[in-house]
C-alpha cells in the first residue's frame, strides 16, 4: 500500500516539473504573460532573482500564503529570503540556483520540498516547488531568474488535474485562434448563445432576425471552425472567454 503512494507522488511530482516547463516555455514564446498565467494556475507561482537576491513577481495565491502583497515581497529584498522559509532549506535552494544559473540548462527542471510560514510565530507548512530557469534572451536579467511553481504537499494531485485542464485548454487556444479569428463578430455573439444552450427561436429574437437566418449563422461558425457538434462549440466558447 505504501509502495502504492509512494509511486503516486513520484508520478506527481514529475507532471508537476513537466507543467512548470511548459510554463516557461509559453513564457518565453510571449503566447502569454506572467501575470495571465499566475493569476489562473492553481497553487503558487513566482519569479524570483537568485543573482539580486529579490523575489520580482508572487501570483495571488503566494501573497495569500505569505500575506503580503507582490509589491511588499519585491521591498524587502534579499529579507524575502529568510523571512518566510526555513535557512538551512535556503541555503541548499541558493546552492542549487547557482549550480543551474551556472549551467545555462534551460531545460532543465529541478523539484524539491521546503518548508513556508507566513510570519515567525506560524508553523511552517510543507510546499513541493518545482523550478526552471528562465529563457527567454529578450527579458533582461534571464538565466540568473528563476520560475518556480509551488503547491502544498497535501494538495499536490489535485493541483495537477487542474494544471492539466488549464494547459489544454491553452494549447487549444493557441492552435485554433486562427479558426476563431474567422468568425465574424455577430458570429461570435451567436457561437456564444448556443454554446449557452440557446435556440435559434430564442436567439432570433434576441438579435432581432429570422430563424432561418440564425441557422444559416450556425451552418457558417461550423464551417469556419470545423467543428460538427454542440460540444466542439462550446469548447471554442470556452476557450476563448466568450460565455
Known amino acids: 500500500m505504501s509502495t502504492d503512494k509512494t509511486l ?37 507561482m513566482l519569479i524570483d532573482d537568485f543573482i539580486c537576491k529579490t523575489n520580482d513577481y508572487m501570483n495571488h495565491a503566494g501573497c495569500s500564503v505569505l500575506r503580503h502583497t507582490s509589491e511588499q515581497l519585491n521591498l524587502l529584498g534579499e529579507k524575502y529570503f529568510t523571512e518566510f522559509f526555513e535557512p538551512g532549506e535556503i541555503k541548499q535552494i541558493f ?76 494549447l487549444f487556444a493557441s492552435k485554433n485562434y486562427h479558426l476563431l479569428a474567422r468568425l465574424t463578430k455577430r458570429e461570435k455573439e451567436i457561437l456564444a448563445q448556443l454554446a449557452l444552450g440557446l435556440k435559434n427561436k430564442d436567439i432570433a429574437e434576441q438579435n432581432f432576425i429570422s430563424e432561418a437566418t440564425v441557422e444559416q449563422h450556425r451552418k457558417n461558425i461550423k464551417h469556419k471552425l470545423g467543428v460538427k457538434n454542440l460540444a466542439e462549440l462550446i469548447r471554442f466558447a470556452l476557450a476563448y472567454d466568450l460565455i
Request: net charge positive; aromatic share 8%; charged share 25%.
Open 8 to 44: 503516486s507522488q513520484k508520478q506527481t511530482a514529475l507532471c508537476l516539473q513537466q507543467q512548470t516547463y511548459s510554463l516557461e516555455k509559453q513564457l518565453s514564446e510571449k503566447r502569454y504573460s506572467i501575470t495571465e498565467i499566475g493569476e489562473l494556475i492553481p497553487g503558487v
Open 95 to 170: 546552492k542549487m540556483a547557482t549550480e543551474l544559473i551556472q549551467s545555462g540548462d534551460g531545460s532543465r527542471v529541478n523539484s524539491f520540498y521546503q518548508r513556508v510560514r507566513p510570519d515567525q510565530h506560524s508553523p511552517y507548512e510543507w510546499y513541493h516547488m518545482t523550478t526552471k530557469l528562465i529563457t527567454d534572451k529578450n527579458t533582461p536579467g534571464a538565466f540568473q531568474k528563476m520560475i518556480m511553481v509551488g503547491n502544498r504537499v497535501n494538495d499536490m494531485t489535485a493541483v495537477v488535474n487542474k494544471m492539466n485542464r488549464l494547459l489544454e485548454e491553452n
